[in-house]
């Protein structure tokens, strides 16, 4: 079975500063790799994804994951982070076959960006 | 257009009552997948629709859940018989088709007293 793990159960940074949010993975065959946002009391929001090609993956709100498959890591960053940046992070992979395939999400990371 | 939508928005049942949780995915979505996240807990797969397939019910906890979705579109999840530990969120999320990126919706906050 495909599976991520997400070390970190919260990560703190300062605003302006770059953090990351790391994720690894662990699957048979070529990966297929999602990174999600949750704010309070809302769902969650996709961020971006590496499926195949550049193993820097631009994606939403400034964030880009890097794909190290040496490493079997898709950790999420950002240059310079901000407090509206504070939120629960979810690292997904794909599971399944063709047609018929669901997510299975990391324990998730909190992040907290201090002024 | 519209997102992933969900109903009610919180719901608090007593032990040992059914509740029913409804979501209206994306029009046009095939792909319609059931999560419950507890609190402080990451997401659990619950349920998955694939179009006219048969549901992957492969992740649902015990019988007392349940979940149909009708004419390709709505779906509901049924928990019988409630008890407190089924208390959590309960988000579904649809896609255009397999395996693309889900959109969720807000959630359904179950708490079961």
């Known amino acids: 079975a495909q599976s991520v793990a997400q070390p970190e159960d919260q990560v703190n940074v300062a605003e302006g500063n770059p953090l990351t949010v790391k994720c690894t993975y662990s699957?048979?065959?070529?990966?297929?790799l999602f990174w999600y946002v949750q704010y309070p009391n809302r769902g969650l929001q996709f961020l971006l994804k590496?499926?195949?090609?550049?193993?820097l993956v631009k994606g939403s709100y400034g964030f880009e994951a890097e794909f190290n498959k040496s490493q079997t890591s898709f950790h999420l960053k950002k240059p310079s982070a901000l407090v509206s940046d504070s939120a629960l992070y979810f690292c997904?992979?794909?599971?399944?076959?063709?047609?018929?395939?669901?997510?299975?999400f990391g324990t998730g990371t909190r992040l907290l960006v201090s002024p | 257009g519209a997102g992933v939508s969900q109903s009610p928005s919180n719901k608090v049942t007593e032990k040992g009552k059914d509740v029913e949780l409804r979501c209206d995915p994306i029009?046009?979505?095939?792909?319609l997948y059931w999560y419950r996240q507890s609190l402080g807990q990451g997401l659990e797969f619950l349920i998955y629709?694939?179009?006219?397939?048969?549901?992957?019910k492969s992740g649902l906890p015990s019988d007392r859940f349940s979940a149909e979705r009708t004419g390709g579109s709505v779906s509901t999840l049924t928990i019988q018989r409630t008890q407190q530990e089924d208390s959590a969120v309960y988000l579904c999320?649809?896609?255009?088709?397999?395996?693309?990126?889900?959109?969720f919706g807000p959630g359904t906050r179950l708490t079961v007293t």
């Open positions: 029009s046009g979505h095939t792909a």
């Open positions: 629709f694939q179009g006219n397939s048969a549901p992957d």
């Open positions: 590496y499926i195949t090609g550049d193993n």
């Open positions: 999320a649809s896609t255009p088709g397999a395996g693309g990126e889900q959109y």
């Open positions: 699957v048979s065959g070529n990966p297929y």
């Open positions: 997904a992979v794909r599971e399944g076959s063709a047609g018929f395939q669901k997510l299975v």
